[in-house]
């Protein structure tokens, strides 16, 4: 049964559109609260008074639903539901899903879903089977989402169904036996996924170690893995204070940001902030050494070498670490180069961190200067492994395991 689950039911402008009433009456018998999030041209195949008699809610359809600025929230949607059922989805609106086009409130409202998301596809067979459209439902399978297809269940390498939408007893069936599968049954008690009231502290971006007035010792961290948890902490009503090394990044005004150089100044701003956070993230990658001394002028070419002696810079986390109080949560990260795992787990008993996120630069096109990122979750108790995704999804992915310490 889904007693007790709230389900966000997305329609598009399909003819299947008719559908979803049945979806909508098979969700509602097997206990379920379901709010619809219909586009404009799902409007021209039914209408919302259908659809709104079955719900018992309004039918959202547009970003303000009054003239006197009253608006509909994708982002409190995101964080009501327990899924997002998309049925049926065009070829336009799986395209828009896949390469982030918010243009309506449905693909707002699966963009700030922090739910699972499930896509029945609805077209014609040479849609379907076009390489543009079968790239983007592989995108969207690659970010977690579940593609429901006739005969199969999910995306496969043939065209089973050939376009055409699952039946909706078998698209509820499918979300069902989702929920039973987690252990996900009537009396589990509604996740909170949301961080309102919670003070959240996050290191971001590289930091430089002076060699003189123009030279440094320093990494390639661009910082976006850092401020994409600093938007996805804000988005979930957080109050955020994010300590920033040298980056060319800009976050939305609502986050507190301090930026910092040297591996002293983070220290020091985060040592200030700790204890007043309910959460820290360690996302910044902190140099672990800098120059014993520092040249106070450009330091000339004047022999054929050079010696530099450096010293250990402070190790934030441990010391973080070793103040951290019972009701506090820390969360550190590790990149390595070689016996990723075997590293990481020694960083997080050392550190006493709660969980700790492991990425490697053996995946390419991830860690350092890319849009991407590709983690593992390491805890006490387990290891959860994660595929390539964009770096604002892996943070949802990372704040998504922080709401099981709150």
């Known amino acids: 049964m889904l007693k007790g689950k709230k389900i966000v039911l997305g329609i598009t402008g399909s003819i299947a559109a008719y559908k979803s009433c049945l979806i909508i009456r098979e969700f509602v018998k097997q206990g379920a609260e379901v709010q619809v999030v219909i586009t404009p041209a799902g409007k021209e195949f039914i209408t919302p008074i259908t ?24 982002v409190d949607l995101g964080l009501w539901a327990d899924a997002m059922v998309i049925a049926p989805a065009t070829a336009a609106t799986i395209g828009k899903m896949a390469n982030g086009v918010a243009d309506n409130m449905l693909i707002t409202t699966y963009l700030s879903m922090k739910a699972p998301v499930f896509i029945a596809p609805a077209m014609d ?27 199969s269940g999910f995306l496969a390498s043939g065209l089973e169904g050939k376009g055409r939408m699952e039946e909706p007893s078998a698209i509820v069936d499918y979300v069902k036996k989702f929920f039973e599968e987690k252990g996900d049954n009537n009396n589990c008690i509604h996740r909170d996924l949301s961080l309102k009231g919670k003070r959240v ?45 040298p980056v060319s990044l800009s976050c939305s005004p609502e986050i507190n940001r301090i930026d910092v150089e040297s591996c002293e100044d983070m220290y020091q701003a985060a040592n200030e902030n700790f204890s007043d956070s309910d959460i820290t993230i360690l996302c910044a990658a902190v140099a672990d050494f800098k120059p014993e001394t520092t040249a ?24 973080l670490g070793k103040k951290k109080r019972e009701n506090q949560i820390m969360v550190g990260f590790a990149l390595e180069t070689n016996d990723e795992e075997i590293n990481a787990k020694k960083k997080l008993k050392r550190k006493n961190l709660d969980f700790i996120v492991l990425n490697s630069t053996r995946n390419p096109g991830t860690t350092f200067r890319s849009n991407d ?14 595929g390539k995704k964009p770096k604002q999804e892996v943070a949802k992915d990372i704040i998504d395991e922080l709401t099981y310490y709150i």
């Open 373 to 386: 990122n590709q983690i593992e979750i390491i805890s006490d108790k387990e290891v959860k492994k994660f």
């Open 201 to 245: 502290m996050i290191t971001a971006g590289p930091t430089y170690e002076k060699i003189d007035p123009v030279r440094f010792i320093g990494n390639y961290s661009s910082g976006k893995m850092g401020f994409a948890l600093a938007e996805e902490c804000r988005k979930r009503g957080a109050d955020v204070t994010l300590i920033s090394g």
């Open 296 to 319: 106070d002028k450009k330091i000339k070419r004047e022999k054929d070498d050079l010696v530099l002696r450096l010293q250990p810079t402070h190790d934030i986390a441990a010391s």
């Open 51 to 74: 659809l709104s008699a079955l719900t018992h809610k309004p039918v959202i359809s547009e970003f303000f639903s009054q003239r006197d600025g009253t608006w509909n929230s994708h």
């Open 125 to 151: 067979l040479d849609m379907f089977a076009h390489p543009s459209t079968q790239r983007n439902l592989k995108t969207l399978e690659s970010y977690g989402n579940h593609i429901i297809q006739p005969q």
